[in-house]
């Protein structure tokens, strides 16, 4: 299963709507962002790991889907850029692991060096708001190139097709 870790306040500073939530109700721009993630997660057979900065807020639900979305915060002293390329260093398998970041330097070269790809933060987000406002529709070709996700997705179930013994054979 392909995995998908996301720098949470890269993705939140990203759309300005989560930003102008972020200042007034933190745990708020936080909460919103994993519902969008465990939608996406759900409806592309994904699962998504949310790294935050910082210790997980006393007040902030757990906002978790079990084997889709998982939110994690940082110890102290480790950042979350330290975190996402500790998972990817120890993932079992580096190249079915998307590193969301806007941080292409760092971050972003390290991962890709473990193997990973890397997409942008702000990328990432437009694909995934719209792919949750389609809905049932999410599906449907748009015009619109696929993105790596819905490719690597399909590649994977024609795979599995490909592997499972046709009837009379």
Do not use: C
């Not at 409806?43 to 790991?49: A, H, K, P, Q, S």
């Not at 809905?135 to 399909?154: F, H, L, R, S």
């Amino acid at each position: 299963m392909q995995e998908v870790i996301v720098d949470g306040y890269n993705v939140i500073y990203a759309d300005p709507e989560l930003r102008r939530a972020m200042l007034r109700q933190p745990q708020s721009a936080r909460e919103r962002l994993a519902t969008l993630l465990a939608r996406y997660a759900r409806e592309r057979d994904i699962r998504v790991t949310l790294v935050f900065d910082g210790a997980r807020p006393s007040s902030d639900s757990r906002s978790e889907v079990p084997g889709r979305l998982q939110v994690v915060f940082s110890r102290a002293g480790q950042s979350a850029d330290d975190l996402i390329l500790s998972m990817v260093r120890h993932h079992p398998n580096a190249r079915a692991v998307i590193v969301v970041s806007s941080d292409e330097t760092d971050i972003g070269r390290s991962a890709r060096d473990l193997g990973a790809q890397v997409l942008g933060a702000g990328t990432f987000f437009t694909r995934i708001s719209r792919a949750t406002r389609a809905g049932d529709n999410a599906g449907e070709m748009d015009g619109e190139k696929p993105t790596e996700i819905d490719v690597d997705y399909w590649i994977r179930q024609f795979e599995k097709r490909r592997r499972t013994p046709r009837d009379g054979e």
